[in-house]
């Protein structure tokens, strides 16, 4: 049986360039809701309510039409695009994905 990914797991996701750690909401858009739902439901069932409630109100309107570079691969991307950590870091969606399952797989799978 898999008991999914602990919380506390998830509190150690860092940034891609800082190592700042980063919330479940970041790793959310980074990877997707649905990986997180096909590799994790329980967890994200739980989570993925609580993020409900407050869910994409906020950053929506301002930065939609602005160019960002990525912090990894350095390319120029819309808002929507990306993904904004915790320490105002943007990334792309492939880096950022890349990143963090990387990092979910070292911990999970290092022995
Ligand atoms: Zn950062
Ligand atoms: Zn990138």
């Known amino acids: 049986m898999s008991r999914g990914l602990d919380p506390s797991e998830l509190h150690g996701l860092k940034c891609l360039n ?3 750690l980063i ?3 970041v790793f959310r858009q980074a990877v997707g809701a649905d990986w997180i739902e096909h590799k994790m ?3 994200a069932e739980g989570l993925a309510q609580e993020l409900h409630k407050k869910d994409r109100v906020e ?5 939609d039409e602005q160019l960002h570079d ?3 691969c350095l390319e120029q991307f819309l808002i929507g695009d990306m993904v904004t950590f915790d320490c105002n870091h943007r990334f792309c969606k492939a ?3 890349g990143n963090i399952r990387g990092q979910l797989g070292e911990g999970k ?3």
Do not use: I
């Open 95 to 97: 880096c950022s994905d």
């Open 70 to 72: 990525c912090g990894v």
């Open 41 to 43: 439901a329980e967890l």
């Open 23 to 25: 919330n479940y909401e």
């Open 59 to 63: 950053n929506q309107k301002k930065l």
């Open 18 to 20: 800082c190592r700042t």
């Open 109 to 111: 799978y290092k022995v």
